[in-house]
C-alpha cells in the first residue's frame, strides 16, 4: 500500500521530463530495383533527445539489402552523452578525431560503407587552455578483400575486430596548440590460412604514439603531426615491425590571394606491389582508424571521380600546392597540382623477388616503377548579371600509374611492365537564374582517357590499351530545371566511346540515360525517383576507395523527412 502514492508519482515525473527535452530527428527511405539486379531496400529511423546537459542519440536501420554493405535490422547506433561545463561523457557509439587524424579520425560514411566508430566510451575534460581526451571501446568495421570466399565489391567479406584505448592531451598554455596522442589496438585478427595452411585467429597489439601542432597567424595558419606505429603478436611479446607518418600543412594569404601546401610522408608498412591493399595476410600495417588527409585535390567532376587517385597510407609521399584568388571582379582562378609515390623505386632480381633501388625518399619519385601519381588542375569560376548567372570552368590532367606488374633487367632478358592511367578532362558547370523563381543549371563534362599497360621486352616502351583503341572519350552531360523552394528535373546523359557488351561480345559506344524528378512536398519532407540507368565506377571518400556496380534500366526512390 505504500508503494501506490509512487505509482501515482512516476508517471507525474516521465511527463514532466518530456515536456522539459527537445526531440529531432529524421527518416530516410531508399527503395531501388534495376534490370542488372541492383536492388536494395534501406530504410534508417534517426533521432536525438536533450534535456538540458544530458541527450541521446540513436539510429534504427531496416536494410535488406542495403545499397551497400551487409544485411541489417535492429538498432544501428545508440549513445547517451553528458556535456557539462569542464566534463563530457559519451557511451555507447562514439566518434573523435584526435589532431589530423594521423592516429586517430572515425567516420561512419554509408556511401561508401565505411564505420570506424566504436562501441564503448569518450570521455573528455577541458579547463582554460586544457584538455584530455580518453577513448575505450570495441571497434568491428567489415571490409572486402579478394582473398577472402564469396568477394563482392558490393557486400563486405570480411570483418576486423579491435579493441582501442587511449588518450589525448591538448593545451594552448604556450600560445600554439599542442596535442600528444596514444592508443593501443587490441586486434582478433583472423587468417584464412597460416603457415600450416590452417584458419587461426592472431592475437596481436597495435600501439600508437604521435604529436602535433598548430600555429595561427593573421598571416598564415601552420600545422604539423608525426605518428609512429609498433606491431606485435602473441598477446605483444613477439615483435613484428614498426611504421611512422607526416603530415604538414601551411597556408599564407596575400591580400585576397591564399597560397596552401601539403606534405605527406605515410611510411607505416612497404609492401611489395604483388602484396599492397592486402590487409588479410599483411596485418602489421596502417589501421582503418586512421584517416589522415589524402593530399590531393576533391574534385567534383564525376568523371575524373571514376579515376581518381587511392591514397596509400603504408606506403606514399607527396606534396600538394594550391593557389586561390581573384583575378577580375566577375571570377576567381584556382590553381592546384599535387603528386606522390611510393617512398621507393622497385626492381626485381633474377629469383623475381621486388626489391628498393633507392633509398626512402623525402620528396615523391618521377619514376613508374614508384607508382608514381600527379595531378594538376586549374578551375575558373564566378557570376555574372548581379550574380544571376554563375559559371565554373575547369581543366584537369592526370597520370597515374595503378600497380607495378614487373622490372627485371639481365643480360639475357628485359622485362618491365605497368598499369598506368592518363587522361585530360574539362568540366564546366552553369547556374542561370530565370524569373518567377525559376533557374536552370546544365553540367557538362568532357574527357579523354588512356588506360592501359606499358611494356618493355627488350625493344623499348609500348602502350597496350585495355580497349580497341588507344584513347577512349567519355562525355556527361545534365539539364536541370527548378523551380525553388518546390520542386526540380534533371536529365542525364553519360556516354562513352568504348565499353565491353557482354551480351553480342563486342567493343562500342554505350550511354547511360537517367531523369529525375525531386519534389518537397514541405519544409522537413523530400520526394525523389530516378528512372533510367546509370554508370558505375570508382567512389572515394576519407581516402578510401569502393567500386560501385552499374545501374542498368530501373528506378530509385528517394523519401526523407525531418521532424
Request: with cysteine.
Amino acid at each position: 500500500m505504500k508503494l501506490k502514492p509512487l505509482l501515482w508519482l512516476f508517471p507525474a515525473l516521465c511527463s514532466f521530463l518530456i515536456g522539459q527535452a527537445s526531440y529531432s530527428g529524421a527518416i530516410t527511405s531508399k527503395y531501388a530495383e534495376s534490370a542488372n539486379d541492383f536492388n536494395f531496400s534501406e530504410h534508417i529511423l534517426e533521432g536525438r533527445i536533450n534535456l538540458g546537459s544530458l541527450s541521446g542519440w540513436g539510429q534504427f536501420e531496416l536494410s535488406e539489402p542495403p545499397e551497400m554493405g551487409v544485411d541489417f535490422s535492429g538498432v544501428r547506433k545508440l549513445r547517451l552523452e553528458y556535456f557539462g561545463e569542464n566534463l563530457s561523457l559519451e557511451l555507447g557509439d562514439v566518434y573523435t578525431i584526435w589532431g589530423r587524424g594521423l592516429i586517430l579520425n572515425q567516420v561512419d560514411d554509408q556511401a561508401i560503407d565505411l564505420d570506424t566508430g566504436v562501441r564503448g566510451l569518450l570521455f573528455g575534460y577541458m579547463r582554460e587552455s586544457f584538455a584530455i581526451n580518453f577513448i575505450s571501446g570495441k571497434m568491428q568495421p567489415w571490409k572486402s578483400s579478394p582473398v577472402i570466399d564469396n568477394f563482392s565489391d558490393r557486400v563486405p567479406n570480411y570483418q576486423t575486430d579491435h579493441f582501442l584505448a587511449g588518450a589525448n592531451i591538448e593545451t594552448e598554455t604556450l600560445g600554439p596548440r599542442f596535442g600528444l596522442s596514444f592508443l593501443q589496438s587490441r586486434e582478433n585478427h583472423f587468417l584464412p590460412y597460416d603457415e600450416n595452411g590452417n584458419p587461426a585467429d592472431l592475437d596481436l597489439r597495435h600501439n600508437f604514439a604521435g604529436a602535433y601542432g598548430e600555429l595561427s597567424h593573421d598571416l598564415f595558419d601552420a600545422f604539423l603531426e608525426v605518428a609512429y606505429r609498433s606491431s606485435a603478436g602473441e598477446g605483444g611479446d613477439t615483435y613484428i615491425s614498426d611504421g611512422k607518418g607526416i603530415y604538414a600543412g601551411i597556408g599564407t594569404y596575400l591580400g585576397d590571394w591564399s597560397v596552401v601546401l601539403d606534405y605527406k610522408n605515410y611510411d607505416f608498412r612497404r609492401l611489395p606491389p604483388d602484396k599492397n591493399f592486402d590487409f588479410v595476410n599483411n596485418f602489421d600495417i596502417s589501421q582503418d582508424f586512421q584517416r589522415p588527409p589524402t593530399g590531393v585535390y576533391l574534385h567534383t567532376s564525376r568523371l575524373i571521380g571514376r579515376i581518381i587517385h587511392e591514397l596509400d597510407l603504408n606506403d606514399e609521399v607527396g606534396t600538394q600546392i594550391q593557389f586561390t584568388g581573384p583575378v577580375k571582379d566577375w571570377f576567381t582562378l584556382t590553381l592546384n597540382h599535387s603528386r606522390a609515390s611510393r617512398h621507393d623505386v622497385l626492381s626485381m632480381n633474377e629469383r623475381y623477388q621486388w626489391n628498393a633501388q633507392t633509398e626512402g625518399r623525402l620528396f615523391s619519385s618521377g619514376s613508374p616503377f614508384a607508382d608514381y601519381f600527379r595531378d594538376t588542375f586549374i578551375q575558373i569560376e564566378g557570376s555574372l548579371f548581379s550574380e544571376k548567372v554563375q559559371y565554373k570552368l575547369g581543366w584537369n590532367k592526370l597520370d597515374d600509374v595503378l600497380s607495378i606488374l614487373s622490372n627485371l633487367v639481365m643480360e639475357s632478358a628485359t622485362t618491365k611492365s605497368y598499369e598506368t592511367v592518363s587522361a585530360e578532362t574539362i568540366p564546366f558547370d552553369l547556374y542561370i537564374q530565370l524569373p518567377y523563381r525559376f533557374s536552370l543549371e546544365i553540367k557538362t563534362e568532357y574527357q579523354s582517357l588512356r588506360k592501359g599497360y606499358m611494356n618493355d621486352f627488350g625493344e623499348g616502351m609500348e602502350f597496350r590499351s585495355l580497349y580497341p583503341v588507344d584513347t577512349k572519350y567519355n562525355a556527361v552531360i545534365s539539364i536541370g530545371l527548378a523551380r525553388s523552394p518546390k520542386w526540380s528535373v534533371a536529365f542525364t546523359l553519360d556516354r562513352t566511346s568504348q565499353e565491353w557488351d557482354k551480351e553480342k561480345w563486342i567493343w562500342g559506344p554505350k550511354e547511360w540515360r537517367s531523369i529525375e524528378i525531386l519534389y518537397n512536398l514541405n519544409e522537413s519532407t523530400r520526394l525523389s525517383v530516378m528512372s533510367g540507368s546509370q554508370q558505375g565506377g570508382l567512389l572515394c571518400s576519407n581516402g578510401v576507395c569502393r567500386y560501385v556496380q552499374d545501374f542498368d534500366e530501373g528506378y530509385k526512390v528517394n523519401v526523407s523527412w525531418l521532424f
